[in-house]
């Protein structure tokens, strides 16, 4: 394992591996115990979209293990892929540091930054994907289940980046996924298909937020317009009424754990009750974003 791009190209073992190790270093660290195993080592860190969770976590990670990451904005060398071929910038931070990370726009971006850098390359976020949070997603969900295996998540929203995550990790860890969103914001096909030829039905996609939500384990939501996608908030404000985490929602699963990947905007996606509710692990989950990246680090940096 060179780079950590996307939950599909992993094998169940590697995931199960650093889910394990997030455990452990979990624990450790709540011993007050870190390890120095990345010092004198370099992150990159490029983002071309805002960030708190991701960025924080990221640096502190590095921090805790003794390395030294460094925050880098597109203007500061003049865009990712327009001042310079992302290939030449590959190549060129290839020499100088011992890892890269990225949050792109396209998706492209951070393959061909793995394509061309042989240090690895992490997935900080794309139009495409959210594998870091996916991995901290299930770390939480198995810290509260005890197991992965069968559980049932309901994704109430947008067909986006964290769910094609989520239902990816779903297919490699036995769970099970069903995706309501409105119609013409639904998940691809193309990834429905694709998870559900890893596992026969992991990914149910529907229109009924009700439905998805009946007996599920977990009941996941995010924002409805995603960065980059501002323009179209109004629109997509109309379009989604009825797919917000709310308390009557709750009533088809009133034991479900909520979960939300933030940052939330309450009163769209989810009502402020429900982040607040006894229901709510979102806050284990920002937590965990933390202890899976210093996992991620270890396993590719050290
Ligand atoms: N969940 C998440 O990735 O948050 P940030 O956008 O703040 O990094
Ligand atoms: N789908 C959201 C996730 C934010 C962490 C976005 O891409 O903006």
């Avoid at 060179?2 to 995931?15: H, P, R, V």
């Avoid at 939501?221 to 308390?247: C, H, L, P, Y």
Wanted: aromatic fraction near 6%; include cysteine.
């Amino acid at each position: 394992m060179k780079d950590f791009l996307s939950i599909s190209k992993c094998t169940t073992q590697e995931l199960l591996d650093l889910l394990d190790l997030s455990d452990k270093l979990k624990k450790l660290y709540k011993k007050g115990k870190t390890d120095n195993c990345l010092a004198g080592k370099t992150l990159v860190m490029l983002f071309e979209k805002p960030s708190l969770r991701t960025r924080m976590s990221f640096q502190i990670a590095m921090a805790q293990l003794g390395g030294s990451p460094i925050y880098v904005k597109p203007e500061d060398i003049g865009g990712i892929g327009k001042r310079e071929p992302i290939k030449d910038m590959a190549r060129v931070l290839d020499r100088y540091a011992d890892g890269i990370m990225a949050r792109t726009f396209a998706h492209e971006t951070v393959m061909k930054l793995a394509e061309f850098a042989e240090i690895p390359v992490i997935n900080a976020l794309t139009d495409w994907s959210h594998p870091c949070q996916a991995m901290a997603d299930v770390m939480t969900i198995r810290e509260h289940f005890g197991k992965l295996k069968g559980i049932k998540i309901a994704f109430i929203g947008d067909g986006n980046n964290v769910a094609r995550s989520l239902a990816f990790v779903c297919a490699k860890l036995e769970m099970k996924i069903t995706v309501a969103s409105p119609k013409g914001y639904e998940l691809d096909d193309k990834s429905v298909l694709r998870t559900n030829e890893i596992i026969a039905g992991t990914t149910t996609p529907t229109n009924n937020p009700l439905q998805a939500a009946k007996d599920a384990d977990v009941i996941y939501t995010d924002t409805w317009t995603s960065m980059g996608q501002e323009d179209q908030k109004q629109k997509r404000v109309a379009d989604f009424q009825g797919f917000q985490i709310n308390a009557d929602l709750l009533k088809a699963s009133p034991k479900a754990k909520i979960m939300h990947c933030l940052p939330a905007y309450r009163g769209c996606e989810i009502t402020d009750d429900m982040i607040e509710s006894e229901n709510s692990i979102i806050f284990d989950q920002s937590e965990n974003r933390l202890h899976f990246q210093r996992a991620l680090l270890k396993k590719l940096l050290a």
